[in-house]
């Protein structure tokens, strides 16, 4: 079984800054794609930020600029800094992670519990 645990999550104000972090536990032989959705209320799940375990990054357009993705291949580990946030920035921001276990043919998709990230004009 694998785990996804988020954290950095809070309230900062207009212009601020916020570093979120997420950890994958288990018995884990790789992991694919590492990234990062959000949900704001009322609105459907987004993609935020996305990266390769090779790499190379994919960024919303609305995010493009702002925010940086990052992941430690030997740690297991994925990182947003979110730098000049917006209140309509505000959300549950989502981990998600496509990990290879023994036993299992191929890659399948972890999601975290969210953690909320609010941020005030």
């Known amino acids: 079984q694998v785990q996804l645990v988020e954290s950095g999550g809070g309230l900062v104000q207009a212009g601020g800054s916020l570093r979120l972090s997420c950890a994958a536990s288990?018995?884990?032989?790789?992991?694919?794609?590492m990234g990062w959705y959000r949900q704001a209320p009322g609105k459907q799940r987004e993609l935020v930020a996305t990266?390769?375990?090779?790499?190379?990054?994919n960024y919303a357009d609305s995010v493009k600029g702002r925010f940086t993705i990052s992941r430690d291949n030997a740690k297991n580990t994925v990182s947003l800094l979110m730098n000049s946030l917006k209140p309509e920035d505000t959300a549950v921001y989502y981990c998600n992670a496509a990990p290879r276990v023994p036993g299992v043919v191929g890659f399948f998709e972890v999601w975290g519990q969210g953690t909320l990230v609010t941020v005030s004009s």
């Open positions: 288990g018995n884990i032989l790789s992991i694919n794609n």
């Open positions: 990266v390769t375990s090779g790499g190379s990054t």
